[in-house]
């Protein structure tokens, strides 16, 4: 079993910027991490992704340019760093780590169905 604890959510007007983490209580190497939010009333959506080298990162067009995914293997630790938020970015992100250990390619990373554990989520607020 795994728990994953996210933080660094908060209030932050358009244009600012935000740090999630995401704390594993055991060792993340040799398993992809994502990252997804979950606005009020919307489904779930995968927002960045990467595998265990952190070689190849991942993430959805809305947030293309403006999300940075970045892992710390040694700290068991998955970031994310925001900037150039917009209040279309206002959800709850989570984090998760893939059900199995492996490489894989973007298209399964971006598929919530092949993650096992999941973070409890950080609320992320942007304000017009």
């Known amino acids: 079993q795994v728990q994953l604890v996210e933080s660094g959510g908060g209030l932050v007007q358009a244009g600012g910027s935000l740090r999630l983490s995401c704390a594993a209580s055991?060792?993340?190497?040799?398993?992809?991490m994502g990252w997804f939010r979950q606005a009020p009333g919307k489904e779930r959506e995968f927002v960045s992704a990467?595998?265990?080298?952190?070689?190849?990162?991942y993430y959805a067009d809305s947030v293309k340019g403006r999300f940075t995914i970045s892992r710390d293997n040694a700290k068991n630790t998955v970031y994310l760093q925001m900037n150039s938020l917009k209040p279309e970015d206002t959800a709850v992100y989570s984090c998760?780590?893939?059900?199995?250990?492996?490489?894989?390619?973007?298209?399964?990373?971006?598929?919530?169905?092949?993650?096992?554990?999941w973070g409890q989520g950080t609320q992320v607020t942007v304000s017009s």
């Open positions: 990467l595998n265990w080298s952190g070689g190849n990162t």
């Open positions: 055991r060792t993340i190497i040799n398993y992809g």
């Open positions: 998760a780590m893939s059900r199995i250990s492996g490489y894989y390619s973007g298209s399964w990373l971006r598929n919530l169905g092949n993650y096992a554990y």
